[in-house]
């Protein structure tokens, strides 16, 4: 089974400035994806980065990056600059590439508050 | 516009009323599922269908029915609501093709039992 792990629930930044939200996970598989997604006060799920596990370079999304450390199974997000759009839960989700996403494995989410 | 459509978004019901929530996407995907989100919980997945009159159970099946008639749509069905099913529901659909990893997410149907 798949497990996917967010220690931190809730964190606050100033705006401007930089954090990184932590997300580890557990699993056997040698194929997945992780992803991060963004759910603001409307509650749209709104997929803000991907990562493939075979792919050492980490993934970046303008002011969003990843640190994906495959050998200690773990996945943090930094976000640069930040804005008070930025304000939201965010979870972090495993994929089995096996499955698609149609079995997404969801972390308890951090509450992230950009303070003006 | 390509979407997930969820009906209705906000449910206020009785112990035992059987309901059902609508789920239906226009980009011909394969794979639909559903998920409640709970605080401190997260996302968990209840059902998800791989094709039409292809169900199974996801973390959290137990309380709930899910039927997929047709490919566009995929309810999901509490035939006695309790009140440990308040909750925030998501549907989402996805293509299984190689490379297409994204799931496109409803807007959420939350759900009060009392």
């Known amino acids: 089974a798949q497990t996917v792990t967010q220690s931190q629930p809730e964190m606050s930044v100033q705006e401007a400035e930089t954090v990184t939200l932590s997300c580890t996970y557990d699993?056997?598989?040698?194929?997945?994806?992780l992803f991060w997604y963004k759910q603001p006060p409307s509650r749209q799920m709104i997929l803000v980065i991907r990562?493939?596990?075979?792919?050492?370079q980490n993934a970046t999304e303008n002011r969003f990056s990843v640190n994906f450390q495959k050998a200690a199974k773990s996945f943090s997000l930094k976000i640069s600059d930040s804005q008070l759009g930025d304000t939201a839960m965010y979870f972090c989700?495993?994929?089995?590439?096996?499955?698609?996403?149609?079995?997404?494995?969801f972390g308890t989410g951090t509450r992230l508050t950009v303070i003006p | 516009e390509a979407q997930v459509t969820q009906n209705p978004r906000y449910l206020i019901t009785v112990t035992g009323k059987k309901l059902t929530v609508t789920c239906s996407q226009n980009?011909?995907?394969?794979?639909m599922s559903w998920y409640r989100q709970d605080p401190g919980l997260g996302l968990r997945q209840i059902y998800y269908?791989?094709?039409?009159?292809?169900?199974d159970k996801g973390d959290v099946p137990e309380g709930y029915k899910v039927s997929r008639k047709e490919k566009r749509n995929f309810p999901l069905i509490l035939e006695s609501p309790s009140p440990n099913q308040t909750s925030l529901y998501f549907c989402?659909?996805?293509?299984?093709?190689?490379?297409?990893?994204?799931?496109?997410f409803g807007q959420g149907t939350r759900l009060t039992v009392v």
């Open positions: 699993t056997s598989e040698n194929n997945y994806y």
């Open positions: 980009m011909n995907h394969e794979y």
């Open positions: 989402a659909s996805s293509s299984p093709r190689k490379g297409k990893t994204e799931a496109f």
């Open positions: 990562q493939e596990a075979y792919k050492q």
């Open positions: 269908s791989m094709n039409v009159e292809v169900t």
């Open positions: 989700a495993f994929m089995k590439q096996t499955t698609g996403a149609n079995n997404l494995f």
